[in-house]
């Protein structure tokens, strides 16, 4: 399995990108697809994730309704469209995929829902910059 994520660049506040990740996955539609940020000198953080049974999604709370995942099924790609940027948001985005039989990964951790990291196929990363 390889992903190729890409749409990364420098923005200015305010700003929007739409990053895509390409998965060479046969049964691409049936795999559960995640996005993921990791900022310099901080854990990588989940933002974002989609069950390929029925299309669910889940979103981390920080992200305060600025980021919309999709997916095309017939290209074998998805997507996280990312609005109203801000400084924070500058970090290295992954994209990742789990098999049909792998819900999101979502795990309590000191009261709040989180995205796992345990997925089993990543994107090499897209850069996000956002100037001010």
């Known amino acids: 399995v390889q992903l190729q994520a890409s749409g990364g660049g420098l923005v200015q506040v305010g700003g929007s990108l739409r990053l895509s990740c390409t998965a060479s996955?046969?049964?691409?539609?049936?795999?559960?697809l995640g996005w993921f940020r990791q900022a310099p000198g901080k854990e990588r953080e989940g933002l974002s994730c989609m069950h390929g049974s029925d299309g669910r999604t889940w979103y981390a709370d920080s992200l305060k309704g600025r980021f919309t995942i999709s997916k095309a099924n017939a290209k074998n790609v998805f997507y996280l469209q990312v609005n109203d940027l801000q400084p924070d948001d500058t970090a290295a985005y992954y994209c990742?995929?789990?098999?049909?039989?792998?819900?999101?990964?979502?795990?309590?951790?000191?009261?709040?829902?989180?995205?796992?990291?345990?997925?089993?196929?990543w994107g090499q990363g897209t850069q996000v910059t956002v100037s001010s």
């Open positions: 996955l046969r049964t691409f539609g049936r795999y559960t």
């Open positions: 990742a995929t789990n098999p049909p039989t792998k819900g999101c990964g979502l795990t309590v951790v000191d009261g709040s829902l989180q995205l796992s990291s345990e997925y089993e196929n």
